[in-house]
């Protein structure tokens, strides 16, 4: 039974589905656009979605606003400033808050960079994935090296300060020297944050219909130890599994999604977690994943694409399944805070990782090893319900 002294931190996640081409290894709901984008019958049905959700969010500060996809920033700044007005409008914000939006190379300019920047975007996540023009084309991007390149410079001469360069490695017949020469460069460019992770077949993609020519795995996990020791050595702290941060820049977004946090999800296929500290419960709910689907429904309560109550024993489980990811672990109060449980509900569990050396425990704090952490999979299964 749930018992909530406090409510989680709450974030507002929006997603954009389209895409100018899909990539083959995105299990994420995007979609090509084959024909003019529904620009201002997005925004008004986000404006419109977001107000139908209000409900269940009421008197609650959002701590940050994560806009991802597909695409953001194949909408104009003018259509985001009305957008982020309209949520200012409606929600409290815990300020300062983070205001993220994702961006393409190959899909953005100086010219909109600098706008969107003047309509309070104040952290940038680029899609590089890497600098190598032969691994941009076997993963299908729609930019090459020296467009990466131009739009990392744009965005600092935009006034950006904090921004996330996201990349990939273990590419379709990438080598150690081009997995190196990727995470260097990341470095040169002096981001404040770096999102490295291994290129995975997921089900439903081309990639996984076709799969291409991957390094063998013992190569993949050499290239990506020493990729963050080259991160660690730069001042990067490896605070995530894949992710890494100078000083006081972690994404505080993602980091709310790792510490079991609440958020709000609108857009096609957004999903969200709210806990009811009056009701003791938690809800997961989703909206519908076409695009022109959603667009049709959103005014009559039909973009819900389900809903579903999770149980104290799933929210155990998930909130290991976050917390894990982190390399500092999280406190037994956050737990408490987080799911409203005793940390009792897990001391079966615990006590097996502590006796296999997956974690450190002490009296206020839980932490993976590294030998956790590189068996993570192993040690959530401990958590299962």
């Known amino acids: 039974m749930f018992q909530f002294q406090t409510l989680p931190p709450l974030s507002l996640y929006i997603h954009f589905p389209w895409c100018i081409r899909k990539c083959p290894y995105c299990d994420f709901n995007s979609h090509q656009l084959f024909q003019d984008l529904p620009e201002q019958a997005y925004i008004d049905a986000l404006i419109q979605d977001l107000e139908q959700d209000l409900p269940r969010i009421w008197g609650r500060k959002i701590i940050s606003i994560f806009m991802g996809g597909g695409t953001p920033s194949l909408f104009s700044p003018e259509s985001i400033d009305k957008l982020i007005s309209s949520i200012y409008s409606y929600l409290p914000w815990s300020l300062p808050i983070e205001i993220t939006l994702e961006a393409n190379p190959g899909a953005i300019d100086q010219k909109k960079l600098a706008e969107f920047r003047a309509a309070g975007i104040n952290r940038l996540s680029l899609g590089i994935q890497s600098f190598d023009d032969q691994s941009l084309k076997a993963l299908g991007r729609i930019h090459n090296a020296q467009q990466a390149c131009s739009t990392i410079e744009a965005a600092h001469r935009a006034g950006f300060n904090n921004i996330n360069l996201d990349l990939m490695f273990g590419l379709p017949d990438q080598s150690q020297d081009q997995a190196l020469y990727d995470i260097k460069t990341a470095i040169n460019f002096n981001p404040t944050h770096i999102s490295h992770y291994q290129l995975t077949i997921e089900p439903n993609t081309y990639f996984h219909r076709y799969p291409p020519p991957l390094p063998i795995d013992e190569s993949i996990y050499h290239w990506q130890e020493l990729c963050q020791s080259s991160l660690e050595n730069t001042d990067y702290e490896h605070y995530e599994i894949s992710a890494f941060a100078k000083k006081d820049h972690q994404c505080q977004h993602n980091l709310n999604y790792w510490q079991f946090g609440d958020y709000l999800g609108i857009g096609a296929g957004a999903h ?66 987080h799911t409203g449980l005793p940390l009792s509900i897990i001391e079966k569990p615990l006590q097996q990782a502590e006796e296999l050396e997956w974690i450190i425990r002490t009296p206020n704090y839980i932490q993976p090893t590294s030998k956790g952490s590189a068996l993570l999979n192993e040690l959530l299964q401990l958590f299962l319900p």
């Open 272 to 337: 969200g977690k709210i806990t009811n500290g009056a009701e003791n419960n938690i809800t997961r709910l989703w909206k519908i994943k076409h695009p022109t689907a959603y667009l049709t429904q959103v005014g009559n309560q039909k973009h819900i694409g389900g809903q579903t109550t999770i149980s104290p024993q799933d929210a155990a489980f998930e909130f290991m399944l976050n917390t894990l990811r982190l390399t500092q672990g999280f406190s037994n109060t956050l737990f408490l805070k």
